[in-house]
């Protein structure tokens, strides 16, 4: 099953028409202060704890970590040993993708992307962002860009398999009440997206993949205060 039809089953499925959509995940919810905590109704701040199932898996395949670390150590060595080897123009490649990403991190660094979100916690995606695990206890979420909106699908509880298979709608914001953004106006290939608010406030999601559909639906609907 290609990766288009999987998503229009999971779409079907869930009786939403999306033009685009993609596995993502947000970073570590920061504490807010106690007074906007104790309003929100002491919401939770972190997903569920692995499964035992998952867990148990961890434990047996924590022996094979040494054997990992070496293959990646020689993987790492080859690398090296193919730099030295490679012709001047693929050395001008690699120096302009890390000329590119220096100043991707620059813009990241200026504009505070490195953060979850804005930081106002009265904003809407501050107040968005308390209710984040109350939807759902998995760690990932399935955007979906929609003709009316954003709408997040998950399993109500954390799982370590079968994500799709336990999915539901767990929260949906309206095209009025936020658009989905390419911080870089796809200048740069990342897995960096935000949910902008109406009141300018934003919320950071990290894609599955590296410049997914997600980011080619933003920048054919950019916002008109972007």
Known sequence: MTRRTKQDVLTDRLGIHAEAGEWCWIGKIPQPPADVLQAAGNPRLRPA???????????LGAPFIPLVMLLSLLAEAEEAVKRFLDTKEVKERRRAKKEDEKRRDVIIDQQGLDNVFDGNWHGDAG????????????????????????????????????????????????????????????????????????????????????RSELHMYALRHPSPDN
């Open 49 to 59: 704890r692995l499964p035992p199932l998952a867990m148990i898996g961890t434990v």
């Open 127 to 210: 107040q968005f962002l308390l209710r984040w695990y109350g939807h759902s206890t998995h760690h990932e979420r399935l955007l979906l860009a929609t003709p009316d909106g954003i709408v997040l699908a998950a399993p109500p509880q954390r799982v370590s398999t079968g994500r799709e298979k336990h999915m539901q709608v767990v929260a949906r914001l309206s095209a009025d009440e936020a658009t989905l953004v390419d911080p870089f106006s796809g200048e740069f290939e990342t897995r960096i997206l935000l949910i902008r608010f109406r009141d300018g406030s934003w919320l950071r999601v990290d894609t599955e993949e590296l």
